[in-house]
């Protein structure tokens, strides 16, 4: 196989580039607003019905809905929060974008551009006919409290005094943000730096690491829309253990809330780099490098409404060092492309770690660490999600993640995993198996305080069946500042299934052990479940099936499943 120089990996993905100019390149989202608000686009706030026979010349931007569509649109077809149904003999000449709804579409429908869609609900607020939006991802709860000396100028802003929070957790607190950001776009790419301190505001509070840290970053793109990203990172944080099974939000609303916090913490310090970028719309690939210094922390006391005053669960002990680390990370996402029923539909999130240093390993036996000894591992993640349209209103859903020790020494606690518990074996209790062998933690139940992740692997698979539904409330006022907050008119019946396991290799117990290769289906724990979901809030029940003696749980989350 030849080998593809830097130069000639470069020169490629400006070939991508420029490919990739010739169409909007912006998410589902951003094309909708941005199209709705252009001033050539016919506004419709409310129901649309455009009858057999009738054309509409120029592009229609439809808000809250729903929309029937049986005539032509000579443009494209805009709908925000907005179920459309396509009649036979339905023509729209350009793209058709949906966001926070559904399609339906008939036999004899006819769409000259790109269809796409998001599923999430977009929220906004109303400045005269136009709509505003400051939403970044779905499902990351990360509010910003202030804004800069000068406001956001689109592409190219200045912000001194940026303030932003991430997720509320039993170690921070309420972790806050600030410090200035600078974007610059140029002819040639864009510049971005950020320098923010961290300021965690859990008791008690002191001038220390514990309550200080910083998190500054800078990258350089060598293309408009994409090319070739150059980054750097300096950094003191609290980062978590697992992240994967429940989004930010999630995580921060039920420590807040309810005195509950499903993840493990632990500090870095040092720095980062990375070079790669997106290679069209759709893909991104990086190479990461970096060192940096481990240590544990311990939960503090923030305040809860639920529970406060209580004590939290053990922020399990962690290894200390320093360690090397270097790292490939790949993202494909090509949920938008409905048009494409086998390659498009696909989530995957993936990367592969060596990391190589020296560290002290808790083992948990004794108060005292062990001495730093050296350390060579890898470890790999994978989730891998297939979304599946069986009709304009049903769904079949698949989910695949398997994480942990690829080779090398055995991997530091940092980097254990686990499964049970909302998020991916939702019949079990978090980590728990009363009635089981421990393949949820591999023996961090039995034999550490705050039940740690201990397994070396893990796998899951998650399936799940959505039906959609309505039950007729349509908001159509134009005062309404935030659209839906909490509850859709529209809504899903789920049914799903989850199986999973942990296991350790060459040590632990023979009921958790298993060295090559996946262990017996047979071993793995399974539980099934009914539900509702109203795109903002999904309301389930589910039951293990590999154990009767386990009771039923209610499950909250805030979004779909996965």
Known sequence: MRRISALGFAMLLVSVNVEAQQRDTRNAAAVAVSTFNAGSTIRVIGAYDLEAGQEVNGTVGVLNGPVVIAGRITGSLVAINADVRLLSGANIGRDLVVIGGTIRRD??????????????????????????????????????????????????????????????????????????????TTDWGRVEVEALGVVRTAGPIKWDRGTIGHDARASVRLGVDYGLVLSGRLFDVIEPVESWRLTESEAGLATFLVHQDFRDHYGRHGSEGAVGGRIGEEVSLNLVFGSEQWRAVAARSPFTLLGDGQPWRVNPGMDVGRVEKLGVRLRVDTRERLSSPWTGGWYVNADIERGRGNIARDTGSTAALDSPAPVNYTRGFLDARRYTRLSPETALNLRLVSAGWLGGDPLPNQHRVSVGGPGSIEGYDFRRAAHDADVFTCGGIANRPGRPALCDRIALAQIE???????????????????????????????????????????????????????????????IGAGVDFGSLGLYLAKATSSSREPMNLIVRLGRRF
């Open 107 to 184: 036999e004899g429908v006819t769409i000259g551009g790109e269809m796409r869609t998001q599923p999430e609900l977009l929220h906004y607020s109303m400045v005269g006919d136009r709509i505003e939006t400051t939403e970044s991802m779905p499902g990351d709860w990360r509010p910003s409290f202030g804004r800069g000396m000068w406001g956001d100028r689109g592409d190219t802003y200045t912000e001194l005094f940026f303030v932003a929070a991430r997720t509320y957790n039993r170690v921070e607190g309420l972790p806050v943000l600030i410090g200035p950001r600078v974007r610059r």
């Open 465 to 527: 069946l959505r039906q959609e539904f309505s039950f007729g409330l349509v908001r159509t006022d134009r005062e309404d500042e935030w659209w839906r907050l909490g509850i859709n008119t529209r809504g899903a019946w789920v049914l799903f299934a989850d199986a999973g396991r942990g296991w350790s290799v060459d040590t632990g117990d023979p009921g958790i052990r298993h060295d090559a290769g996946i262990p017996d289906l047979s071993s793995f724990r399974t539980s």
